[in-house]
């Protein structure tokens, strides 16, 4: 079957960006994760992007221990894809980030390529009240913290979590960090076809321009010709459009509550599934049909499911 035409719908269930207080919707324990991947999954994404968060207060929790509840009952419950993250939270150290996909070999895993500002203080101006203690001093530390992502950070991450046969969706927040993964491509430490996420909108990143994203695409294409997938994203109220664009210029998409809270002006989104049947009637309303599991994985070159490690996560959850 051909896939050509073929787009891929990553959802980004809960992430580390938004914290609680910020939406009602925004899935926190293991069990409200596991409900809205589900949805997601059920409306067309093929992968499901995944953090996990302390189910008490909801601070990002990157321990195996978070994990393995999430993907002990995921694993059982849907074909999709799960892709770990290995951002974790800014805050985070890289070898607490990577322990997830060390332990679980996933098929897929995110890899941040460049350390950078991740500014998310500007919400303060937003929301005034929080429920827990963690989540203004969260917020307000991004103002002086960086995002550390070192080139030798890069190359230790890929060559631990890539061990178990994991691939990476490479996420590049700035043209810089198309030229570091093609820094690991010369090398021969990447190999095709690689998953290029491009993140439009975050402050420290690129903008979300039109010129924007259509610079991203063209450097992308002069770097790595017919060798890689991309796909866009786009942080906050900008999401859709930035998907839109993406899909003009034959790009995939990643919609989710990590990268958005809204669906439109003053209306919170309620799920992850409505944002992923939004992303869906955009694909479909351009001509093109949405990839299934079992078609992307063979669009990204993945091992398969029965590769992984997901039976630890029962024995541990």
């Avoid at 942080?235 to 990643?254: C, D, F, K």
Wanted: charged share 20%; proline share 5%; net charge negative.
């Amino acid at each position: 079957m051909s896939t050509s035409d073929k787009i891929i719908i990553t959802c980004a269930i809960t992430g580390s960006i938004h914290t609680p207080s910020m939406s009602p919707h925004l899935p926190v324990t293991p069990e409200e994760i596991v409900a809205s991947a589900l949805g997601a999954a059920e409306a067309g994404a093929s992968v499901l992007h995944l953090h996990a968060r302390d189910p008490q207060t909801g601070r990002p929790d990157q321990s195996a221990e978070a994990f393995a509840p999430i993907l002990a009952a995921l694993s059982q419950r849907t074909d999709a894809v799960l892709n770990l993250t290995t951002g974790g939270a800014p805050t985070m150290s890289v070898a607490e980030r990577i322990k997830p996909v060390i332990m679980f070999e996933p098929e897929l895993a995110s890899m941040n390529m460049g350390s950078m500002n991740f500014g998310l203080y500007p919400m303060l101006d937003r929301y005034s009240e929080f429920r827990h203690d963690w989540e203004r001093d969260y917020l307000e530390g991004s103002r002086a913290n960086i995002f550390r992502n070192s080139l030798a950070d890069i190359e230790q991450a890929m060559a631990a979590c890539g061990a178990g046969g994991t691939r990476f969706e490479f996420e590049c927040y700035d043209i810089g960090h198309l030229y570091t993964l093609a820094h690991f491509v010369g090398r021969g430490l990447v190999t095709p076809p690689f998953f290029v996420q491009s993140v439009f909108g975050l402050l420290g990143g690129i903008g979300n321009h039109p010129e924007d994203i259509a610079h991203m695409r063209r450097t992308a294409d002069r770097l790595f010709g017919a060798d890689y997938r991309w796909s866009v994203l786009g942080a906050g109220r900008h999401q859709m459009r930035v998907a839109a664009t993406g899909l003009s210029l034959g790009g995939n998409i990643r919609v989710g509550l990590e990268d958005n809270l809204w669906a439109g002006k003053g209306r919170l989104s309620v799920s992850n599934r409505e944002q992923v049947e939004t992303a869906r009637a955009l694909v479909e309303g351009m001509g093109l049909s949405v990839a299934t599991p079992d078609e992307t994985r063979e669009i990204l070159g993945l091992k398969g499911r029965e590769n992984t490690r997901f039976s630890a996560t029962r024995r541990m959850a």
